[in-house]
Structure formats: structure tokens, C-alpha cells
Nanobody, 125 residues
Framework: QVELVESGGGLVQPGQSLRLSCTPSGRAFTNNAMGWFRQAPGKEREFVAAITKMTGRTYHADSVRGRFIISLDNSKNTVFLQMNSLKPEDTATYYC??????????????????WGQGTQVTVSS
């Protein structure tokens, strides 16, 4: 059962921007932190960004810090990932996930217990 639905992926040229959205399907995930992960072909899924709903604290991977921004629209229960200055190495399937209210230490996949099916982002000239 799909509990989160991502949208906004697509094909863009290097340097362009995309905004991904994630909306719950069914459960509200009212107090859950929300995160984005990505997986490129032949590579492991990696953490991209996360945000806690209780405090609004954000976390970004070093590889995207300064280019990607995670945000929340609590009224719509939607989490966004604004991706700027995209690079070919950002090409991957991006997954939305719901996790615990707070994080302790390094954020990993095992912190999250609900996932979307993913949306493809391709950066190519």
C-alpha cells in the first residue's frame, strides 16, 4: 500500500530547477519528520534532506546543501524539495519518506517506516 505520493520529477538541463512534492495517501503523518532520499542506477539509496514537523529543523546532505531546500506546507500536509542548480549527478529516482518525530544522530533509511513509489529526476543536456 502506497502511503506517500511524490510528484514533480522530470527531465531538465544542468543548471535548471525542479520542485518535488510529497503528499500522504491515507495516513496524515501529523507528527512525523519527513525526508527525501534518492537512488541512482547501480547505487545505494542515499539521504538527501529531512525536516521535523515539531520544530521545523531541516537537514541536508553535503552533496545538496546550498542547492536543495526541503520545506513543509502544514496546511496541505505536503513536503517539498526545491532543487536548484541541478547537476547530471543528481539524476536519480527520488523517494519521499515519513520517519520519527525527531532524529538522533546520523539520518538513515532505517529511521523511516513509510515510503512513496518514487519520482524520476533526470538532468541531462
Amino acid at each position: 500500500q502506497v502511503e506517500l505520493v511524490e510528484s514533480g520529477g522530470g527531465l531538465v538541463q544542468p543548471g535548471q530547477s525542479l520542485r518535488l512534492s510529497c503528499t500522504p495517501s491515507g495516513r496524515a503523518f501529523t507528527n512525523n519528520a519527513m525526508g527525501w532520499f534518492r537512488q541512482a542506477p547501480g547505487k545505494e539509496r542515499e539521504f538527501v534532506a529531512a525536516i521535523t514537523k515539531m520544530t521545523g529543523r531541516t537537514y541536508h546532505a553535503d552533496s545538496v546543501r546550498g542547492r536543495f531546500i526541503i520545506s513543509l506546507d502544514n496546511s496541505k500536509n505536503t513536503v517539498f524539495l526545491q532543487m536548484n542548480s541541478l547537476k547530471p549527478e543528481d539524476t536519480a529516482t527520488y523517494y519521499c519518506a515519513a520517519g520519527p518525530p525527531y532524529f538522533r544522530g546520523k539520518i538513515t533509511q532505517s529511521d523511516f517506516n513509510a515510503w512513496g513509489q518514487g519520482t524520476q529526476v533526470t538532468v541531462s543536456s
